[in-house]
């Protein structure tokens, strides 16, 4: 018992690992631009102000979302999807798995549960012991069932789930400006540190390996960013993007895109305002999505034009019966 929890507390502990790298760099970046380009470099106070105040709010909103990717908790299922005292000891009992599956389905009527397993089963977790709402997940690194789990983090050290996705999104996007705007205010002073137009030693060795770092991030989180970018407008995450979620019909990988704009509204809320602030606006409480089979049999547009077809194919079976009434008439 005391071995099995020392090696949890070092993977715990090395678990940290990627995020104070990312902590490292970033505040030697502060250091670098601010103190070796803007402070010791730079002659121009004009300049010196105009680089500063843009960096300075680059830098507050990348390090506040990367906070609140960081420390806002993944969300777990509320209570009504753990399964009670006397279900469990009923499914615990149960041998045959026919009959679980009916004691699962029983469970899941009360529940707004429509996602299957492969099979056509109820998604049940038997670690968690309750009914998986849909696109949640259970994340073997937490060691819990996260709502719609997007992927595990070790960047961030945390699950991305309903809960930080938009804030994840956000601390991709500002991360990007982040290293854009270094990489664009810093290259003239690279040139002129390269060609031995400026001689200050220490900030030389700065200001040069700054423009590569950023560079580098830039094109990795650029990649990333735009993948996910893909991902809002499918309205899938990155689990559905590799295994298509399955419906009680079979398997949709659009089963729940509702159209670019309501895709962005199901991340980033209807508010525009706070899109781009690392503020909860997601709408939903991560237990339920609108789906587009659903939307599409509750359109009345749709139900007007099924019963269009339907009266069409009254009218023309009403048509066919007068022909053939007609044509027994003839031949009598």
């Known amino acids: 018992m005391a071995l099995s929890r020392g090696l949890r507390c070092c993977q715990r502990a090395f678990a940290w690992v990627p995020v104070a790298i990312i902590a490292l760099v970033v505040l030697w970046s502060y250091y670098a631009y601010v103190c070796e ?151 003239k002073y690279f040139i002129k540190y390269w060609t031995g137009e400026l001689t200050n030693g220490r900030s030389k060795f700065h200001v040069l390996f700054l423009l590569f770092v950023a560079v580098m991030f830039f094109v990795s989180l650029m990649f990333l960013f735009g993948y996910h970018c893909w991902l809002v407008s499918r309205n899938r995450s990155t689990l559905e993007a590799f295994s298509a979620p399955v419906f009680q019909n079979g398997p949709d990988k659009n089963g729940f895109n509702l159209g670019f704009v309501k895709n962005l509204q199901q991340v980033f809320g209807e508010e525009k305002k706070l899109w781009l602030l690392p503020v909860v606006s997601s709408l939903g409480d991560g237990h339920f999505f609108p789906m587009r089979a659903l939307c599409e049999a509750q359109n009345p547009l749709l139900a007007n034009e099924e019963q269009w077809e339907d009266d069409g194919i009254d009218e023309e079976t009403h048509d066919s019966n007068e022909a053939s009434s007609l044509a027994i008439e003839r031949e009598t």
């Open 37 to 187: 380009l803007c402070l010791v470099t730079l002659s121009n106070p004009v300049e010196k102000v105009a680089y500063l105040t843009v960096f300075h709010i680059l830098f507050v909103l990348f390090v506040w979302t990367y906070w609140k990717s960081i420390f806002t908790l993944p969300v777990q299922p509320d209570k009504k999807y753990h399964m009670s005292y006397a279900d469990k000891e009923r499914y615990e009992n149960e041998e045959r798995p026919e009959v679980q599956r009916q004691i699962l389905a029983e469970i899941a009527r009360k529940l707004p549960v429509y996602t299957r397993t492969g099979n056509g089963g109820i998604r049940f977790c038997d670690r968690c012991q309750l009914i998986k709402p849909d696109r949640c997940h259970h994340c073997s690194v937490c060691a819990i069932c996260v709502l719609k789990m997007d992927h595990h983090c070790p960047w961030v050290n945390n699950c991305i789930g309903f809960s930080n996705y938009k804030f994840f999104l956000l601390f991709l996007a500002y991360s990007l400006l982040y290293c854009l705007y270094i990489a664009a205010t810093v290259f």
